[in-house]
């Protein structure tokens, strides 16, 4: 039975390479209704990546103006470029009911369940299963340069550091296990009461049932 509920804002956050990317588009597959909160951004695209897909690409005035009017959730730089997340589709999807997943630094998770919206959150970090399989995903990917992959491992620390800010902390060692753990996290917090609000009607009709059956 289908029962009225809020959307949920769910943050994936992790150090580059271990896997965030690959386990939201997983995520969007399992339910094709979860919408992508695509981020804006200064930092070039990378091949294959698409304008308006992974990511809004912004020179730095626009993205600063844009700052400047408040049409950002939060925003935070990360490498040297500036990353921010648009205000608009995310209070759109809440209202329709609609589930919204991040793929945000723990800068932006920070910001985001200290608004008034983190009633809303369920956060979720990410760990590799060594900083040695971290780095060797990195290569994998084959999309940085030698000097932005040391990068990203200095900055991988930081990111780790945060851990213990979200509500749940996965290791992601077998990509099946893990997917089907995020799957059951956005499982069981839809189910939350207080995400219902559809339950208080539901419940009155099984009262008003009682009454019709019993007097
Ligand atoms: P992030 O978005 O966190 O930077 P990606 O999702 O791009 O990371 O993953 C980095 C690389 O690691 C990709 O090549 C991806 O296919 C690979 N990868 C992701 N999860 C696993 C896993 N559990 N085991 C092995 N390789 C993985
Ligand atoms: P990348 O350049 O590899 O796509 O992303 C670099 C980092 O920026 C990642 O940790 C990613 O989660 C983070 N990021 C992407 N979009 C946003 C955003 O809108 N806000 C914040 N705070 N971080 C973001």
């Known amino acids: 039975m289908q029962i009225k509920r809020r959307g949920l804002l769910i943050i994936l956050s992790s150090p580059s390479g271990a896997g965030k990317s690959t386990l939201s588009r997983r995520l969007m597959e399992w339910d094709p209704s979860i919408r992508f909160s695509v981020s804006a951004t ?18 730095r005035e626009t993205f600063e103006r844009m700052v400047d009017e408040g ?6 730089e990360v490498f040297g ?10 209070e759109a999807a809440i209202e329709e009911g609609n589930d919204i997943l991040f793929d945000i630094d723990w800068q932006g998770g920070q910001q985001i369940r200290n608004s008034p ?9 990410v760990l590799p299963p060594s900083i040695r399989a971290l780095e060797a995903r990195l290569r994998k990917r084959g999309q940085d340069p030698e000097e932005v992959i040391r990068a ?13 800010e979200y509500d749940y902390v996965l290791v992601n060692d077998d990509l099946e296990r893990c997917s089907t753990e995020v ?3 956005v499982s069981a917090e839809r189910l939350r009461r207080r995400r219902r609000p559809g339950l208080t009607e539901f419940v009155r ?6 009454e019709e ?3």
Do not use: K
């Not at 091949?47 to 020179?59: K, T």
């Open 152 to 164: 990203r491992m200095s900055r991988s620390r930081d990111e780790i550091s945060h851990w213990a």
């Open 205 to 210: 009709s099984l009262n008003r049932e009682f």
């Open 183 to 185: 799957e059951t996290i």
């Open 81 to 90: 470029n500036l990353y921010g997340t648009p205000r608009a589709p995310v």
């Open 71 to 76: 049409a950002f959730l939060e925003h935070a």
């Open 213 to 215: 059956l019993m007097g």
């Open 42 to 59: 200064t930092r070039p695209p990378r091949p294959g990546e698409v304008d308006g897909r992974e990511y809004h690409f912004l020179d």
């Open 117 to 125: 919206l983190s009633e809303d959150v369920v956060s979720i970090f």
